[in-house]
């Protein structure tokens, strides 16, 4: 049971982003280019997310006294620091790819697909992880780890092992659980930096890094402050909000505006009515006329 359930939990979020873009692609009739370039701005975004987090986070909260902190304000100006940090590069990855490689793609419908792409390839590479770790945990269950690692290590590396094959079926299977939730966010997000350019309003984009960062700091802040169970009620509890704001913009259907660089498009000319030289009255204006 504790084997099955580890390896279904690191299939389940390399497989859920693959199902779900193939029945997005399928249903609407969209073709996998914006999917795909929702997965290359994820990746793009964290080529220089995580370098910067690496050299600039720890010296800063070092300096704020927040490092290492587990609970209390330290704990929360930690977590709104990884937050903002994530909110960010994320979106700002996002705004700049809607003004180069999605010029064309401004529907709510592509804006989801665009979204399911960032966060797909986010659960991808985490499934990922957590396939290598599983293989990893199961080939050195029952092995002399003594004649595998240096003397040093193996007292660490049997506690990780402890660690892992301890946990509860519950708690094993919340990665995927998370994941699922957290492509309802990147997707709701995606959506909210598009309004920036479909209502030519940048506070969509400020509202969009913000709704990101908190709920980052808020996941962050929960893990560390009242466990996994916790962070994971956080992030279902934003789930279903930014779901609410994804559906609730969706009937909206305002004027698209060119933005900077781009032409408007050019609208079709009513038909000319043919002159006949007197003003025609609609039908059921007729009755109300004095000229009976």
């Known amino acids: 049971m504790d084997i099955s359930v580890r390896l279904l939990n690191a299939l389940l979020m390399i497989a859920m982003p693959l199902a779900l873009g193939a029945f997005l692609v399928r249903r609407w009739r969209q073709g996998w280019r914006t999917f ?107 092995a002399d780890l003594s004649s595998i690692l240096p003397a040093d290590r193996v007292g660490m590396a049997v506690a990780q092992l402890d660690a892992y094959w301890s946990a509860p079926s519950t708690l094993a299977i919340l990665g995927a659980v998370e994941r699922a939730m957290a492509l309802l966010i990147q997707m709701g997000l995606a959506v909210l930096v598009l309004q920036s350019f479909v209502r030519r309003q940048a506070r969509w984009l400020w509202f969009a890094i913000g709704w990101h960062a908190l709920v980052d700091a808020s996941a962050v802040y929960a893990v560390g402050a009242y466990g996994a169970y916790a962070a994971e009620g956080v992030v279902a509890l934003f789930s279903v909000a930014t779901l609410s704001i994804t559906l609730a913009l969706r009937g909206k259907k305002p004027e698209v505006l060119a933005t900077k660089g781009e032409r408007r498009p050019i609208l079709p000319l009513r038909e000319a009515q043919p002159s006949t030289g007197f003003q025609t009255v609609p039908n059921e204006r007729l009755e109300d006329s004095r000229y009976e």
């Open 36 to 142: 795909l370039i929702g997965m290359a701005t994820f990746l793009a975004s964290q080529v220089i997310h995580i370098p910067v987090n690496a050299a600039l986070i720890p010296p800063l909260a070092s300096r704020l006294g927040v490092a290492g902190a587990s609970e209390g304000l330290p704990l929360a100006g930690l977590a709104l620091m990884l937050g903002l940090s994530a909110g960010f590069f994320e979106e700002g990855a996002r705004y700049l790819v809607y003004r180069t490689w999605l010029r064309k793609e401004r529907s709510w419908r592509e804006a989801l697909l665009f979204g399911a792409g960032h966060g797909g390839l986010e659960s991808l590479l985490v499934g990922l992880l957590a396939l290598f770790a599983f293989f990893q945990a199961v080939a050195y269950r029952e």
